[in-house]
């Protein structure tokens, strides 16, 4: 079991150091408060807080009744972004990220996905908020508030469509770290919440923070092929979507090797600046008489959608509604290739 | 369970409990499973003393919830409705255990005290009315500033298969952060895979939409 990080006299002001309960917090004193800020400059400074700063916490998550906690730890150093994100009390699964190395630990499962990215992609920029962005979305505080003793700015981020979800948000006032997050489904029904319990922002996190709980003795371990596959196409085609919900574009086209692949996948990203989708493209050998039918999935808020056109599995995996992976699973084509069977 | 536990634990429910004092407690229960499970019927009760609409129980834990609902008569005609299992779902294995189930009890009263739907119904933004997936009129959002009491979506109780593992994994590293964040919790947190499985060649079952 993880244990909360104590506070130690290198951190940084201790940000943040809440109890469950919400104990007193002592401010980062390099951090002031920041008036007259837009909405949209309060995302800005959240995605800056969430990418670049180094932080320690615990958090719970909430979904479809279920609740469960969970440890985050967040590091940049020297340019090199480590991350671990590991269930405290359900299937034990930990994710690990060091600068271009990704580790999946499933204990459920006893196994291990190592997926070995080239290093141009070990650090992803996100698009920023824009004026694109924000004829999508509406974008607005809508209150100030006070949350586990601190003050937050409370932003919402409503979709102007069916598209994409919307989101709530509760930005520390002094750190811009989301205390607290919502994500709503069209029908303004909270479908996911994230709480953090306890939150700490040191100027140092030592490597050992980054190493995995859990035992692997046993376990099956999946590697990817660490070479970088950039050329776009697995069969040498080029795929792309014929058709996109307004307002998402492509912005990543690449072929990997994802660990226990037996050949490289296009890797096609689509996003609106605040929503993603990412479509996987692979062979796919279907049995004779067996036509290929079409299959749904989530995970969390997240949807997932896959079929098979010309002779290769599409599928489509982003946090937006099932509707919108369908759509753009569904419009995805092989440049030059006459779809068969449509 | 000692009667001064017993009252920390309700003190601490009922918001009463120093901070300094809340924090050995949470300590304690991350790894007392005996006081974990106490702690959940605390949720759970409170919960439905309060009627909170956004608490909903998993299947696993809706017995155990039964169980303590039977303990307390006055509380049973409000018990949650269970909720039901996706079918449309089969990336994932169904759950054969509960293990669950402590975990979801253990944290649910940390959720309970932090989210409270009243002032939920106040930051609530509406936004387009739901209709069938096509693009809504701009500024369908703009009408839709009143504001309502969420509501939890079913559950599926999953698995996810190491493909869908693979692909989520890789997706995520093209999410803006907090989309990213969700992304990676809610794989974390699906429901472990039942001992002993192993996993299939293919797991990716075909189902007609």
Redesign the interface.
């Known amino acids: 079991?993880l244990?909360?990080s104590r506070s130690s006299g290198r951190a940084a002001g201790l940000a943040l150091a809440w109890?469950?309960?919400?104990?007193?917090a002592a401010e980062e004193p390099a951090l002031k408060h920041i008036p007259d800020l837009t909405p949209t400059q309060w995302l800005e400074r959240?995605?800056q807080a969430?990418?670049a700063r180094n932080y320690d916490g615990t958090?719970?998550?909430?979904?479809?009744?279920?609740?469960?906690?969970?440890r985050?730890i967040h590091r940049v150093q020297d340019g090199t972004v480590s991350e671990r994100?590991?269930?405290?009390?359900?299937?034990?699964?930990?994710?690990i990220r060091t600068g271009a190395s990704?580790a999946?630990y499933?204990?459920?499962?006893r196994?291990v996905?190592v997926?070995e990215?080239p290093a141009e992609?070990s650090l992803?920029g996100?698009?920023s908020v824009n004026d694109q962005t924000a004829?999508l979305?509406?974008i607005?505080e809508?209150?100030h508030?006070r949350?586990?003793r601190r003050e937050t700015h409370?932003i919402?981020v409503?979709?102007?469509?069916?598209?994409r979800y919307?989101?709530?948000?509760w930005i520390d006032d002094s750190t811009a770290m989301?205390l607290?997050?919502?994500?709503?489904?069209?029908?303004?029904?909270?479908?996911?919440?994230?709480?953090f319990?306890s939150l700490t922002l040191s100027s140092r996190i030592p490597d050992t923070a980054f190493r995995p709980e859990i035992s692997t003795a046993g376990f099956?371990w999946?590697h990817n092929d660490a070479a970088p596959h950039l050329q776009p196409g697995s069969a040498g085609l080029a795929w792309s979507a014929i058709s996109l919900?307004?307002g998402f574009r492509m912005?990543?086209r690449s072929a990997?090797t994802?660990?226990?692949?037996a050949g490289p996948v296009d890797?096609l990203?689509f996003?609106d600046g605040?929503?993603?989708v990412?479509v996987?493209v692979e062979r796919q050998s279907v049995p004779s008489g067996q036509p290929?039918?079409?299959?749904?999935?989530?995970?969390?808020?997240?949807s997932?959608f896959?079929t098979v056109v010309d002779g290769h599995k599409i599928?489509a995996?982003?946090?937006v509604?099932p509707?919108?992976v369908?759509?753009i699973a569904s419009q995805v084509r092989a440049q030059g290739v006459a779809s068969a069977g449509r | 369970m000692n009667e001064e536990l017993d009252s920390q634990l309700s003190a601490?429910f009922d918001?009463e409990?120093a901070?300094?004092e809340?924090?050995l407690?949470?300590?304690r229960l991350?790894?007392d499973e005996p006081l974990?499970a106490r702690w959940g019927r605390y949720a759970i009760i409170g919960a439905v003393i309060r009627a909170e609409r956004?608490?909903?129980?998993?299947a696993p834990l809706a017995g155990r919830v039964n169980a303590v609902l039977l303990a307390e008569p006055a509380l049973a005609a409000h018990a949650a409705p269970r909720?039901r299992t996706?079918m449309?779902?089969?990336?994932?294995q169904p759950l054969a255990g509960s293990?669950?189930a402590?975990?979801?009890a253990?944290?649910?009263i940390?959720?309970l005290?932090?989210?409270s739907p009243a002032?939920?119904a106040?930051?609530?933004?509406?936004?387009?009315?739901?209709?069938a997936?096509?693009?809504?009129p701009?500024?369908?959002?703009?009408q839709?500033d009143s504001?309502?009491v969420?509501?939890?979506?079913?559950?599926?109780v999953?698995?996810?298969s190491?493909?869908?593992?693979?692909?989520?994994?890789?997706?995520s590293?093209?999410?803006?952060?907090?989309?990213r964040?969700?992304?990676?919790?809610?794989?974390?947190?699906?429901?472990?895979?039942?001992?002993g499985?192993d996993?299939p060649q293919s797991d990716?079952?075909?189902?007609?939409?």
């Not at chain 2, 190491?162 to 997706?171: D, P, R, S």
């Open positions: 079991m244990r909360p109890a469950v309960a919400g104990a007193a959240m995605d969430l990418t958090f719970s998550h909430w979904q479809g009744g279920r609740v469960e906690m969970l985050i994100l590991a269930s405290l009390d359900g299937s034990g699964r930990e994710f990704l999946c499933l204990p459920d499962r196994t996905l997926e990215r992609e992803v996100f698009p004829s979305y509406d607005r809508v209150g508030m949350l586990n409370v919402t409503s979709p102007k469509d069916e598209y919307g989101y709530r948000l989301p607290k997050s919502q994500l709503a489904d069209a029908h303004g029904q909270v479908i996911e919440q994230i709480v319990a099956r999946l919900p307004p912005t990543v990997q994802l660990p226990g692949s890797h990203v996003t605040f929503a993603s990412s996987f290929p039918v079409p299959e749904s999935a989530t995970v969390g808020s997240s997932a896959s599928t995996v982003g946090e509604p509707a919108t369908r759509f | 601490m918001d409990l901070p300094a809340c924090e407690l949470a300590r991350s790894r974990k956004g608490v909903r129980l998993n909720d996706s449309r779902l089969r990336w994932w293990a669950v402590a975990g979801v253990a944290v649910s940390l959720w005290r932090t989210h002032a939920d106040q930051l609530a933004a509406r936004v387009a009315s739901p209709a997936v096509s693009p809504a701009a500024g369908a959002a703009a839709g504001y309502i969420p509501l939890p979506k079913p559950a599926g999953m698995v996810p190491t493909e869908l593992a693979n692909y989520v994994v890789a997706h590293m093209f999410s803006p952060p907090v989309a964040r969700n992304l990676l919790s809610a794989f974390m947190t699906s429901e472990p895979a039942p001992a499985t996993e990716v079952k075909t189902i007609a939409q």
